[in-house]
Structures are given as structure tokens and as C-alpha cells.
């Protein structure tokens, strides 16, 4: 899998990108990068791009934040899921992981 996403990343998705008018898929390329250091400094710089491209996306702050979250860095995800919230306020999923980030750190 991760070497089917390596090529895609870095062969492929040059092309694929010109041809897909929203940032839906780098967002979802960079929440399969999640997992591991090396893994999510790809996540990250994927991210960025679809932020770039579309920062009203309400999904890549939520795949933002769950990829921060299963990294530990639980505030910033936070941060990334009250931006999606922010953008779309029937995220459900997003009210979802905010109150099990806020409960990781004990705040209820």
C-alpha cells in the first residue's frame, strides 16, 4: 500500500492534480500517509497543498486533525477540527472527534 502511494505521490499525481478540480483527493492521499514520522511529514506537506488550493474545505481540516491526533498532538487537532466545524457546521464527525480529543486531554 505505502509504495502504491509513494508512486501515485510523487509519479502519478502531478498529472492526476490538473485534472481534479477540488482538493478532495490530496486530502485524502495525505490522511493515508498518517502514521509514523516519516509518514506524516508527507501527510503534512499534502495537506498543505489542498489547503492552498481550497482553504474552505472542511474535509482537510478534519483529515488534518484526525492525522495530528493519531500523532499526539492532540490541541492542534483540536484547532483543525474547530476549523472544520467553523467551515461546515454539520460536521458531525468533526463535533465527534473534538470531544474525544478535548477528552484525551481530560478536559470535559
Not at 3 to 18: C, F, I, K, N, T
Not at 39 to 54: E, H
Not at 56 to 74: D, H, I, K, P, Q
Amino acid at each position: 500500500m505505502k509504495g502504491d502511494l509513494d508512486a501515485l505521490y510523487s509519479g502519478l499525481w502531478p498529472s492526476a492534480l490538473a485534472q481534479i478540480p477540488n482538493n478532495f483527493w490530496l486530502s485524502t492521499i495525505g490522511l493515508a500517509y498518517a502514521g509514523g514520522k516519516e509518514n506524516f511529514d508527507v501527510q503534512s506537506k499534502t495537506t498543505i497543498q489542498a489547503i492552498l488550493l481550497n482553504p474552505n474545505a472542511a474535509l482537510t481540516f478534519y483529515n488534518r486533525g484526525s492525522a495530528l491526533a493519531a500523532e499526539g498532538e492532540v490541541d492542534h487537532a483540536i484547532e483543525d477540527y474547530d476549523r472544520a466545524i467553523g467551515l461546515n457546521s454539520n460536521f458531525s464527525q468533526a463535533f465527534l472527534n473534538r470531544g474525544f480529543a478535548y477528552a484525551v486531554k481530560g478536559d470535559f
